[in-house]
């Protein structure tokens, strides 16, 4: 069901200029769907956090029990290096679009509020996408060069082909996860935000 469809449903009338419509009720409907909408992005920020979170302790754990093994300090500490930014781009993207409302009653902040909610999840998508595209393979490189140092007895260098196909393997895994997460997290939230607003326009125009 459509947003006109929903508040016609709801406020029993269909719109024209002749029957005034309540704008608060309006505007209810509207969050609803976009909450509804958007409850998968914000499913993927409290799943990526808590995997930084694993990721930031695993990297400290390594870090403080191999401290005197340099290799292994120097990649993981680089693993936490190269989530830091990441961690805080979700942060800061996410506070915006969890606390973004309708602050008052008149038509525009209706439109803004969509328009916000939109550009902020468009934001982070786009530098979600650029990010990945080094930080997979590095962070595929590093997590494939530890478990090797850690649990391969001489570590990559004895079996070269082996760490190949690991890493190969470790990245069309997380390839295929993160296809599928966007798709899911971003894609359709997006998709469906911007279907919204053009029901909310198309009725705006209709009390012109």
């Known amino acids: ?41 914000m499913q993927y ?18 870090v403080i029990r191999y401290w005197f093994a340099t290799p292994i300090l120097l990649l993981s500490l680089t693993g936490i290096l190269l989530y830091i930014p990441f961690t805080i781009m979700l942060l800061k993207k996410f506070k915006r679009f969890a606390g973004t409302s309708v602050l008052c009653k008149e038509t525009s902040s209706i439109h803004k509020y969509l328009l916000e909610k939109q550009s902020l999840l468009e934001s982070f998508f786009r530098f979600k996408k650029r990010y990945e595209l080094f930080l997979i393979p590095l962070i595929s490189a590093i997590a494939m060069f530890l478990v090797f140092a850690i649990y391969v007895p001489g570590g990559v260098q004895s079996f070269p082909l082996g760490a190949a196909i690991t890493y190969l393997i470790t990245l069309l895994s997380c390839y295929l996860a993160i296809r599928a997460e966007n798709r899911k997290s971003f894609v359709q939230p997006l998709a469906q935000i911007k279907a919204i607003l053009s029901e909310y326009e198309t009725g705006a125009s209709m009390q012109e």
């Open 45 to 62: 920020f409290w799943a990526s956090f808590a995997l930084q979170i694993l990721i930031y302790a695993m990297c400290g754990h390594l």
């Open 1 to 41: 069901m459509s947003t006109l469809d929903e508040f016609k449903k709801q406020w029993g009338h269909s719109f024209s200029e002749s029957i005034p419509y309540d704008e608060l009720a309006f505007q209810k409907v509207i969050k609803r769907r976009v909450n509804q909408h958007t409850k998968s992005s």
